[in-house]
């Protein structure tokens, strides 16, 4: 495949953390967060579109030595993606779980459900859930339970919306949703659970957050995440989402509070997604 190889060649998997984690310096992140790139598909791609970008995906990023991957298709092509991509370092998530366990709850998704597919992660609490689909806190809490009870990881999404950043409230809704979300969980959920701030004016818009800005809540979130996990929530993955692309990958990686990054509209070609995931730290 011509893309693949036109790929690799441009690849390199640079300075990691690990390598410089051999030069003392109190700004670095320490060894457990390696960096997370996680897909959100969104409600695209139907079954056989999302199979050939897995394929594609799979064939462009080859072996993954110092960051973690993740796409997240839709329920219905979940398990055709989860056969594509097994075996690859490449893991697979849902976008959203049932507040419930099976049962009568006619088009919902309970977390065994999503983990039968060979789903390992979801995202909980994503803007779009939130503010197309009215979920409030308490219930994001609620599958937040379900994924952890069964054995998901979750990625709880938490972000204000331009109004709000205009009142200067970003950070109290911010950690309203932080601390609600991860309400009742212990060091061994925390552990298992990623954070991706992303500001609502900044997803799907093209009006990406300055690294700064980014930055700004971001250290606000850890702060409350070690107050909530001790060690456990220096060790968290706080990701970056909105409107993140191969131009600004670099730069919002270089803050000292962001792991990884949530990505939609990128996510959804090979060959972005692939040079998203190579975003360079050197
Ligand atoms: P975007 O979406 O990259 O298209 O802005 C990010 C997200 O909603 O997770």
């Known amino acids: 495949m011509i893309l693949a190889q036109?790929?690799?060649?441009?690849?390199?998997?640079?300075?990691t953390r690990g390598h410089r984690a051999l030069t003392p310096d109190p700004l670095e992140r320490t060894p457990m967060r390696r960096p997370f790139i996680a897909g959100n598909w969104k409600m695209n791609l139907g079954c056989q579109d999302a199979v050939r970008l897995?394929?594609?995906?799979?064939?462009?990023?080859?072996?993954?030595?110092?960051?973690?991957?993740?796409?997240?298709?839709?329920f219905v092509s979940l398990g055709a993606v989860a056969q594509v991509l097994e075996g690859s370092p490449i893991q697979v998530g849902g976008q959203d779980c049932a507040r419930?366990?099976?049962?009568?709850?006619?088009?919902?998704?309970?977390?065994?459900?999503?983990?039968?597919?060979?789903?390992?992660?979801?995202?909980?609490?994503?803007?779009?859930?939130?503010?197309?689909?009215?979920?409030?806190?308490?219930?994001?809490?609620a599958k937040m339970g379900k994924a952890r009870e069964h054995g998901l990881r979750p990625i709880l999404c938490v972000g204000e919306t331009l109004e709000e950043r205009e009142a200067g409230r970003t950070l109290e809704v911010v950690e309203r949703q932080v601390r609600k979300g991860l309400e009742g969980f212990g060091a061994p959920d925390l552990a298992e659970t990623t954070v991706a701030y992303e500001p609502v004016w900044a997803i799907g818009t093209g009006k990406v957050a300055t690294p700064e800005q980014a930055?700004?809540?971001?250290?606000?979130?850890?702060?409350?995440?070690?107050?909530?996990?001790?060690?456990?929530?220096?060790?968290?993955?706080?990701?970056?989402?909105?409107?993140?692309?191969?131009?600004n990958v670099n730069g919002l990686m270089a803050m000292r509070d962001i792991d990884g990054a949530l990505v939609g509209g990128a996510s959804l070609k090979a060959d972005d997604f692939a040079e998203l995931v190579g975003f360079d730290l050197s």
């Open 6 to 15: 036109a790929l690799r060649n441009i690849f390199r998997f640079p300075s």
């Open 54 to 74: 897995a394929q594609q995906i799979r064939e462009v990023l080859g072996s993954l030595p110092d960051r973690d991957v993740a796409v997240c298709p839709t």
């Open 100 to 141: 419930f366990d099976d049962g009568a709850y006619t088009g919902e998704v309970s977390a065994t459900i999503l983990r039968s597919t060979g789903a390992r992660l979801v995202i909980l609490g994503h803007s779009e859930r939130r503010h197309v689909m009215g979920e409030t806190d308490e219930v994001v809490r």
């Open 215 to 247: 930055q700004e809540v971001h250290a606000a979130i850890r702060g409350w995440l070690k107050e909530l996990g001790g060690a456990v929530g220096e060790d968290m993955r706080i990701q970056y989402g909105g409107s993140v692309k191969p131009s």
